[in-house]
T-cell receptor
Framework: DAMVIQNPRYQVTQFGKPVTLSCSQTLNHNVMYWYQQKSSQAPKLLFHYYDKDFNNEADTPDNFQSRRPNTSFCFLDIRSPGLGDAAMYLC????????????FGPGTRLLVL | AQSVTQLGSHVSVSEGALVLLRCNYSSSVPPYLFWYVQYPNQGLQLLLK??????LVKGINGFEAEFKKSETSFHLTKPSAHMSDAAEYFC??????????FGSGTRLQVQP
């Protein structure tokens, strides 16, 4: 059974057109993360929520926003996508302790035209 | 600050041969260390993790890793490679933050 679900798996958007990626989880975890992974690179953390507490990484561009309306769902909003934002976006969840496993979704591949 | 270095962006082995993927970490405090595997167009899956219990950690799919504090290493091994092991492998570290720091990854190729 899928534990971390991401929709859509592939998303095509136009330069400058806002786009929203979604993530849901069935694990009831406190923490939800969003990572950006460009081709042949390591995942890079954009931000995470601990419950409703939002934690932004220092180098995450303002163009990226996130919402977590409830425990199960988290959204990544890209306000004005640029060509450089084309990447795989990975959602992950964990219970909240540093030593706990992060469970990843299958990712959404974003293409910007 | 915490960081990991994965030596070798590409490793190629023959089916049945030993797999050795290298990971060195940098941390001023005791770390938690993870190995994740990523198949093409998929998310990351945990192989194993070190959380300050046993230094030799066994994971899924026959993989294991040994935490060596004196060498600041956490290398991943598997005695006999299988074609299905071909994937990207990431080492990651955290020292108390919820956020993981990933290495740059090692792509494993398995030759028949």
């Amino acid at each position: 059974d899928a534990m971390v679900i991401q929709n859509p798996r592939y998303q095509v958007t136009q330069f400058g057109k806002p786009v929203t990626l979604s993530c849901s989880q069935t694990l009831n975890h406190n923490v939800m993360y969003w990572y950006q992974q460009k081709s042949s690179q390591a995942p890079k953390l954009l931000f995470h929520y601990y419950d409703k507490d939002f934690n932004n990484e220092a180098d995450t561009p303002d163009n990226f926003q996130s919402r977590r309306p409830n425990t199960s769902f988290c959204f990544l909003d890209i306000r004005s996508p640029g060509l450089g934002d084309a990447a795989m976006y990975l959602c992950a969840t964990s219970g909240g302790q540093p030593q706990e496993t992060q469970y990843f979704g299958p990712g959404t591949r974003l293409l910007v035209l | 600050a915490q960081s990991v270095t994965q030596l070798g962006s590409h490793v190629s082995v023959s089916e049945g041969a030993l797999v050795l993927l290298r990971c060195n970490y940098s941390s001023s405090v005791p770390p938690y260390l993870f190995w994740y595997v990523q198949y093409p167009n998929q998310g990351l899956q945990l192989l194993l993790k070190y959380t300050s219990a046993a230094t030799l950690v066994k994971g899924i799919n026959g993989f294991e890793a040994e935490f060596k504090k004196s060498e600041t290493s956490f290398h991943l091994t598997k005695p006999s490679a299988h074609m299905s092991d071909a994937a990207e492998y990431f080492c990651a570290v955290t020292t108390g933050r919820r956020a993981l720091t990933f290495g740059s990854g090692t792509r494993l190729q398995v030759q028949p």
